[in-house]
């Protein structure tokens, strides 16, 4: 098992662009979050799914974030028209069962110009 | 008042000492506790979970809960310089699907 693979690992865009990122948690489990995380912070939720059922959304992520997962598998966080306050890493985590052990993927770091 | 505080540091500890990292916590109907170690420029990695009152121990590492004060620890004896890292403290509530994160605190390990 590899663990959690996220791709890309860097993404400059421009604001106003459209970026997406993917994340490929460890295959048995079927918890999926991401969270996003600036500098000298903790990781902050962002939204999560069960098996392709997205169950919450966090109140930072707007309405230009959309996640999905389909058929339980990988992931697909989208941010459309970026602004430069999206400038972040943002972490994708995979668990089995009904846990708060996450295994974080290395993430996927966003620069806004 | 932060949901999840921890003094952010640097707290800095000789080689072979013990460090210890203190967390806060303002939800008292947070039920899960975990410990994730961050090196710089990579991903968050479990190191320690606790559930209940008292010590946790695995290792050189030692959680410690106390709900009633709304208070986790983490104690590392044996400090090696490859302890240096970023400690996060995080809680979870309910079905644990969505923790909080404190900031963290920078450790370092000197030589």
């Known amino acids: 098992d590899t663990g959690v693979s996220q791709n890309p690992r860097h993404k400059i865009t421009k604001r106003g662009q459209n970026v997406t990122f993917r994340c490929d948690p460890i295959?048995?489990?079927?918890?999926l979050y991401w969270y996003r995380q600036t500098l000298g912070q903790g990781p902050e939720f962002l939204t999560y799914?069960?098996?392709?059922?997205?169950?919450?959304k966090s109140r930072l992520l707007s309405d230009r974030f959309s996640a999905e997962r389909p058929k339980g598998s990988f992931s697909t966080l989208e941010i459309q028209r970026t602004e430069q306050g999206d400038s972040a890493m943002y972490l994708c985590?995979?668990?089995?069962?009904?846990?708060?052990?996450?295994?974080f993927g290395e993430g996927s770091r966003l620069t806004v110009l | 008042q932060k949901e999840v505080e921890q003094n952010s540091g640097p707290l800095s500890v000789p080689e072979g000492a013990i460090a210890s990292l203190n967390c806060t916590y303002s939800?008292?109907?947070?039920?899960?506790f975990f410990w994730y170690r961050q090196y710089s420029g990579k991903s968050p990695e479990l190191i320690m979970f606790?559930?209940?009152?008292g010590d946790k121990e695995d290792g050189r590492f030692t959680a410690q809960l106390n709900k009633a004060s709304q208070y986790v620890s983490l104690l590392i004896r044996d400090s090696q310089p490859s302890d240096s890292a970023t400690y996060l403290c995080?809680?979870?509530?309910?079905?644990?699907?969505?923790?909080?994160f404190g900031k963290g605190t920078l450790l370092t390990v000197n030589p």
């Open positions: 985590a995979s668990s089995f069962g009904n846990t708060g052990e996450l295994f």
């Open positions: 295959s048995e489990h079927n918890r």
């Open positions: 799914f069960q098996n392709e059922a997205q169950l919450e």
């Open positions: 939800d008292r109907g947070s039920q899960s």
């Open positions: 606790i559930y209940s009152n």
């Open positions: 995080a809680v979870g509530r309910g079905s644990n699907y969505k923790l909080t």
